[in-house]
């Protein structure tokens, strides 16, 4: 037993019925509302909503989130990302798998740990910006939809990680 | 046929949010019974430890994909029901990389981490507070990156369109791959970490078994009779009658067709046919995203035209296709350009949006020639069908009540709004607050969110004549600089002096914009009232407000004034106080009144409570203009001094009491006095 981490990975779904899950909650989302799953776009719209407390007139007078008015929250995406966060906790509770912890490798800092994640974050929160699009809204939708952007979005994806990889793996040393 | 959110323009309605809240509680849900709540995992694809992320999302991806395209082929759900993202070669590459660097670095991407932080993991509410700084930086980096965020814009792409296959063989060898990758993460995982608990299982081996077979089924999907299994092979065939071009019998044939005119579909036509919901029309807005947005026909979709050919692929000669712009030489030319590529159901509007608007939506009363009593009514009709929401973006005809949000002031538009209406209204999007106070007034304190404009900005000298109102097109630029657009319901708020509300409210008369009313009571009733005030500038975003085509069919001059004082037939009220009337008092060249002219002060239709000026019930007004008056169709000239005054009455008679034919002499007795030619009574001398 190295640590928690494999026991977790024994006891969650198997990976393709979870997969096929995800692919029946997709079809719904293009049936119901016509739209794909997005996460990114509900971050950015908080995002604007925060912009927006601090610095009112100078947010609604920005060319990008200025586009969404005085209520950015006021948005479909908005309302799956609080979804998606309590379908994760009502499956966290029921899998019993909540426990406060900064994960990282054993002989890894906290610090880095969390420097890496704070640095990534700015990256994705930025590029999904710029690709329209995250993992779910653009690589697994546009995906799904067979679109040639969101296909070309997803390999680049894996393409920069892959490149990547090696510069940030101290993180997860055990 | 299923009806999406989307396809019904409906996804910012409350029904939409709570549909996206259900969906995203699944979402999660699967995603972290996908273990997904864990970076650990997460990242373990970058290194082959764990490749959890392949098998779920491949697994979610092919499913979802071989789902949609039974539901799109067997017809239960149409492509336009559906978003499709553009796609935007730099930006996607681009970010894609970017994004990749993130998400290795971070371990997480903005849904698993949603996740993450529900599970109790520091680092996903880490990584989430900084793709919040993400977006920020975007934002205000914008105007830099902007060039990178279009970089590529190619429309709508299928994939498979570009490699020449159809959407099945795309979707079976897409299959295949994902089952290969199946296999080939549980050999990794067996050979790095001596997990692959799945390789060679029954479970593995029977999921494959079915994708594949799912995958298969989608070659023998019976067409749909939309034609939208068709429309997904549209490769194959785009390039075929490509290649059919140079076909001199089919050019013949289209311009054939070019000249019998059979590719046009007159306005009054289309506007029937919309109203009357035809199945199976499809009408398409071929104007930019700023001016679909500001306005379009209710029900057209808006398609750039180099996105025409594969957006419009599914409804290749599957019902009817009608192409509009502003005018008819970009529609005309997508139209040879698409029957080029085989559609053989695509029509173009003759005269396009201007004449449609001028055909169908301009009001019976701005017409010059008289219309029959069903003409009006049709008219009417088709005014309220594609003249309905207050805000710029129509929605289809299934959502009649997300349409109209506003109840309508009073007795319909123009007319008065109350103060109670106006209050209940705050905040909606397309309403626009016109504040015609004084500037110290209205930088005091005003109603949240309204507008300020100086009267002035709207007259100026014309051919002379001071104080007349401005051209359209002039006004029409403050309009655009206001931030308004046609299809904007306008409040207009003085404080003590409707006159000023209905000089304002002449500017939209001129404008042929009938969405205004006029707030009853004004500010001071606001005040009392207690409504709410504050004194904020409201951000405004510049628009294009379009003149109308033709000058307004109200305003008359001299001449037309001249010509019905000899002739007679027609009313002339001077609305001027009875002194000026009398020649008793006068600031112009000339004291008294034109002949024939009768006297209603201005002042006498409305009543004065403490500050609160209101217009007199419409029963008291009614009785005193029909001893004036001899009857509603009776051709009645109003003026005054300069115009402004006589706007008063002119809403009153024309909008309050449904006068038909009431006209405007704006220039007035300013200009009537100073040309000697004029005939006048003079001071002293008996009115005749």
């Known amino acids: 037993m190295k640590n928690t981490t494999v026991s977790s990975v024994t006891t969650t779904m198997n990976p393709y019925l979870a997969g096929f899950l995800l692919g029946l909650t997709l079809l719904g989302s293009f049936l119901f509302l016509g739209a794909g799953l997005g996460a990114s776009g509900g971050l950015a719209r908080m995002a604007a909503q925060i912009e927006g407390a601090l610095a009112p007139s100078h947010t609604l007078a920005s060319e990008y989130f200025g586009n969404w008015g005085h209520t950015p929250l006021r948005y479909y995406l908005s309302y799956m990302l609080l979804g998606t966060f309590c379908g994760g906790l009502l499956s966290a509770l029921r899998s019993n798998r909540i426990q406060p912890q900064l994960e990282r490798g054993r002989s890894a800092s906290a610090g880095l740990r969390a420097g890496l994640a704070l640095c990534g974050g700015v990256l994705v929160g930025f590029s999904s910006r710029l690709a329209q699009g995250c993992t779910s809204g653009q690589a697994l939708t546009g995906g799904a939809m067979l679109l040639t952007g969101s296909l070309l979005f997803m390999v680049t994806v894996f393409l920069g990680g892959y490149g990547a990889a090696y510069f940030v793996r101290r993180q997860w040393d055990d | ?688």
Not at chain 2, 498 to 510: K, N
């Open chain 2, 1 to 688: 046929m299923i009806e999406t959110f989307f396809g019904q323009g409906a996804l910012s309605t409350a029904s939409a949010h709570l549909a996206a809240l259900v969906i995203g509680v699944f979402f999660g849900f699967a995603l972290e019974q996908a273990g997904f709540g864990s970076s650990r995992r997460l990242a373990g694809i970058f290194y082959f430890r764990d490749m959890a992320v392949l098998k779920v999302m491949f697994s979610a991806l092919v499913t979802a994909m071989i789902g949609l395209g039974y539901l799109l082929g067997l017809g239960w759900i149409h492509p336009d029901q559906l978003y499709f993202m553009p796609t935007v070669y730099g930006a996607q590459i681009f970010g894609g990389l970017l994004f990749g660097v993130g998400f290795v670095m971070s371990g997480w991407c903005p849904g698993t981490a949603a996740v993450g932080v529900a599970s109790g993991k520091i680092d996903a509410l880490i990584f989430l507070g900084g793709a919040l700084i993400g977006s920020v930086l975007f934002n205000e980096l914008f105007p830099i990156v902007k060039s990178y965020y279009t970089w590529g814009e190619s429309g709508v792409l299928f994939v498979y369109d570009a490699m020449g296959l159809s959407r099945a063989a795309f979707a079976f060898w897409l299959t295949l791959v994902a089952v290969g990758c199946f296999w080939g993460s549980e050999y990794i995982e067996r050979k790095k970490s001596g997990a692959g608990l799945y390789w060679n299982s029954p479970f593995l081996r029977t999921f494959s078994t079915a994708l594949v077979l799912a995958a298969v089924g989608l070659f023998v999907v019976p067409a749909a009779p939309t034609g939208t299994a068709a429309s997904f092979s549209g490769a194959g065939e785009h390039a075929s009658s490509m290649s059919q071009t140079a076909n001199a019998s089919q050019e013949s044939k289209l311009l054939a067709t070019v000249d019998a005119a059979e590719d046009h579909v007159e306005p009054e036509a289309l506007a029937d046919l919309m109203l009357a919901g035809e199945p199976g029309l499809l009408v398409v807005d071929v104007r930019s995203p700023e001016e679909y947005a500001q306005f379009h026909l209710r029900g057209a979709v808006h398609i750039p035209l180099p996105e025409l050919a594969p957006r419009l692929a599914p409804n290749k000669n599957v019902g009817t296709i009608v192409l509009y712009s502003n005018g008819m030489t970009h529609p005309a030319q997508a139209r040879d350009s698409l029957a080029r590529l085989g559609f053989r159901n695509v029509f173009i509007l003759t005269d396009g949006l201007g004449g449609f608007a001028e055909r169908c939506l301009k009001p019976v009363s701005l017409r010059m020639r008289a219309t029959t009593p069903e003409q009006s009514a049709k008219i009417a009709s088709w005014r309220t069908y594609f003249l309905p929401a207050a805000s710029g973006s129509l929605s289809p005809p299934a959502h009649a009540d997300t349409a109209a949000p506003f109840p309508l002031p009073e007795r319909g538009l123009p007319g008065l709004a109350t103060t109670e209406w106006l209050a209940s209204q705050l905040g909606k999007p397309g309403l626009k607050i016109l504040d015609v106070r004084t500037q110290p007034e209205y930088n005091t304190r005003h109603i949240p969110g309204s507008l300020f404009v100086s009267l002035e900005s709207f007259r100026g000298i014309v051919k002379g004549v001071p104080s007349m109102l401005l051209p359209s097109r002039m006004l029409a630029l403050h309009l655009s600089q206001m931030g308004m657009t046609p299809s904007d319901l306008v409040v207009i708020v003085t404080a003590d002096k409707p006159h000023d509300a209905t000089l304002a409210g002449m500017v939209f008369e001129r404008l042929g914009h009938d969405r205004y009313a006029i707030l009853n009571g004004g500010f001071n009733q606001w005040l009392t009232e207690n409504r709410p005030v504050d004194s904020v500038l409201p951000a405004v975003r510049e628009s294009v407000y379009m003149p109308p085509v033709s000058a307004d069919s109200f305003t008359v001059d001299a001449a037309a004034v001249l010509e019905a004082v000899q002739q007679g037939g027609t009313v002339i009220l001077d609305v001027r106080p009875e002194d000026f009337y009398l020649g008793k008092k006068s600031d112009e060249a000339r004291a008294g009144h034109i002949p024939g002219a009768i006297n209603r002060p201005f002042s006498d239709d409305v009543a004065k409570t403490d500050t609160i000026v209101r217009f007199k019930p419409v029963q008291e007004l009614q009785a005193a203009y029909a001893k004036l008056i001899p009857s509603k169709d009776s051709r009645v000239i109003i003026h005054c001094r300069t115009g402004h005054q006589a706007s008063q009455t002119f809403f009153v008679l024309k909008r309050l009491l449904g006068y038909r034919n009431v006209l405007w002499y704006d220039a007035g007795w300013t200009e009537w006095a100073a040309r000697p030619e004029l005939p006048i009574v003079a001071a002293g001398a008996k009115a005749q």
